[in-house]
């Protein structure tokens, strides 16, 4: 099993720029998680989801889209970059207790 | 929102050391999560504790679940280089998502 995949692993932006970062994961989890973790910070949850077909916010998600058409796939969506979200972005799932991340997508908006 | 606090900050110990750290809640928890987070990863559970007074141990890590359910604490004994890192507590914080407390940053001198 590969657990959780973050593409691409290194992104640089330009200011009002898009892009879509992909999380997918071959477990079967129900429920995916977007995190932010700015340098020196804890991980901020952006989006999450429990199903196919159900997101909800998390405590930053402004400047940010998910969708959860599949099981396995949770992608992100920067609509208009800022330098605000430069940043390193985690996706995870979980079963149960425990939650399994991705190596991270490390973002810069410049 | 609920606020986790964990502390220390960071911490810079001798190989050898024990160490301790604790993370703290406005709120009520049903479950106190512990994740370790190592250079350009993403974070890894440790230990998941589910009652009050619990205590925990994951080879030289012990991890105990409040008695009032606001706090839980992390203790490694005689630290090796490898427990370098990122400390995280996390919760649940509606049966849904997941939210990490600032992180408690471990170096260890050899």
């Known amino acids: 099993n590969a657990g959780v995949t973050q593409t691409p692993k290194f992104r640089i932006l330009k200011i009002g720029q898009s892009m879509t970062l992909q999380c997918a994961q071959d477990?079967?989890?129900?429920?995916m998680y977007w995190y932010r973790q700015d340098p020196g910070m804890g991980l901020k949850l952006i989006y999450y989801?429990?199903?196919?077909?159900?997101?909800d916010k998390g405590e930053v998600p402004n400047g940010y889209n998910v969708s959860r058409s599949t099981t396995e796939d949770f992608p992100l969506r920067l609509e208009l970059a800022a330098p605000s979200q430069t940043s390193v972005y985690f996706c995870?799932?979980?079963?149960?207790?425990?939650?399994?991340f991705g190596q991270g997508t490390r973002l810069t908006v410049v | 929102g609920q606020q986790l606090n964990q502390s220390p900050q960071s911490m810079f110990i001798q190989e050898g050391e024990d160490v301790s750290m604790n993370c703290t809640s406005s709120?009520?928890?049903?479950?106190w999560l512990w994740y370790k987070q190592e250079p350009g990863e993403g974070p890894v559970l440790l230990i998941a504790?589910?009652?009050?007074?619990e205590l925990t141990s994951n080879g030289r890590l012990t991890a105990q679940f409040g008695i009032t359910r606001k706090d839980s604490f992390l203790n490694i004994s005689a630290s090796i280089p490898s427990d370098v890192g990122i400390y995280f507590c996390?919760?649940?914080?509606?049966?849904?998502?997941?939210?990490f407390g600032a992180g408690t940053r471990l170096t260890v001198k050899p």
């Open positions: 995870a799932s979980r079963v149960n207790t425990e939650a399994f």
């Open positions: 477990m079967n989890h129900n429920y």
């Open positions: 989801s429990v199903g196919a077909g159900i997101t």
């Open positions: 709120s009520i928890f049903n479950t």
């Open positions: 504790l589910y009652k009050a007074g």
């Open positions: 996390a919760e649940r914080y509606n049966n849904n998502d997941m939210r």
